[in-house]
């Protein structure tokens, strides 16, 4: 059974940083890409980054890139993004998801919680 | 890049058939065949519904279908449930590649 786990979220001050893990079991975690999908309270979904089976390939939303950094080790089965410069416009729960391009969500943790505020 | 267009509510009593549409452009919806839509129920993660425009992942019932037209995607729920009741969101990847959901729906089964 497909798993994903993330952790990391929390009360951060604008300018912060911030680290989410998303711990994976039950595939082959390095044959899939993996993304990030947020969602601010009350609103919708939007997808935030993706990295590539191999970890080669990344990709952002303009709204994160050069903020964000997405990363894996697939020696762990784990997902990483690092947040840095946070806003009060990254306050979301935070979904990571298996799939990416070709292949779509197929699967999603629960969600960790990141809040932006002073 | 901009959000998908969908209808921000929709509606339909028990029974009745319902469909969502989601409109994007030719960099995405209509560029590519993978389309997705998922529900998502209060408090709980997004479940992937329909893949690849029309595919079922196992376990989806029957009563869910998927289709596009240029632009435009669609989602039409048959014979409405209760349980159907939700927000909607298309999914499409992109010509940057990146993947651009569509800005929800809220499904009320009267």
């Known amino acids: 059974e497909v798993h994903l786990l993330e952790s990391g979220g929390g009360l951060v001050q604008p300018g912060g940083s911030l680290r989410l893990s998303c711990a994976a079991s039950g595939f082959t975690f390095s044959r899939y890409a993996m993304s990030w999908v947020r969602q601010a309270p009350g609103k919708g979904l939007e997808w935030v980054s993706a990295?590539?089976?191999?970890?080669?390939?990344?990709y952002y939303a303009d709204s994160v890139k050069g903020r964000f950094t997405i990363s894996r080790d697939n020696s762990k089965n784990t997902l990483y993004l690092q947040m840095n410069s946070l806003t009060a416009e990254d306050t979301a729960l935070y979904y990571c998801?298996?799939?990416?391009?070709?292949?779509?969500?197929?699967?999603w943790g629960q969600g960790t919680l990141v809040t932006v505020s002073s | 890049q901009s959000a998908l267009t969908q209808p921000a509510s929709v509606s339909g009593s028990p029974g009745q058939s319902i469909t969502i549409s989601c409109t994007g452009t030719s960099s995405d919806v209509g560029a590519y065949n993978y389309v997705s839509w998922y529900q998502q129920h209060p408090g709980k993660a997004p479940k992937l519904m329909i893949y690849d425009v029309s595919n079922r992942p196992s376990g989806v019932s029957i009563r869910f279908s998927g289709s596009k037209s240029g632009n435009t995607a669609s989602l039409t729920i048959s014979g409405l449930q209760a349980e159907d009741e939700a927000d909607y969101y298309c999914?499409?990847?992109?010509?940057?590649?990146?993947?651009?959901f569509g800005g929800g729906t809220k499904l009320t089964v009267l």
């Open positions: 998801a298996k799939g990416f391009n070709d292949y779509p969500f197929d699967y």
């Open positions: 990295i590539s089976g191999g970890g080669g390939s990344t």
């Open positions: 999914n499409s990847y992109t010509s940057s590649s990146t993947r651009v």
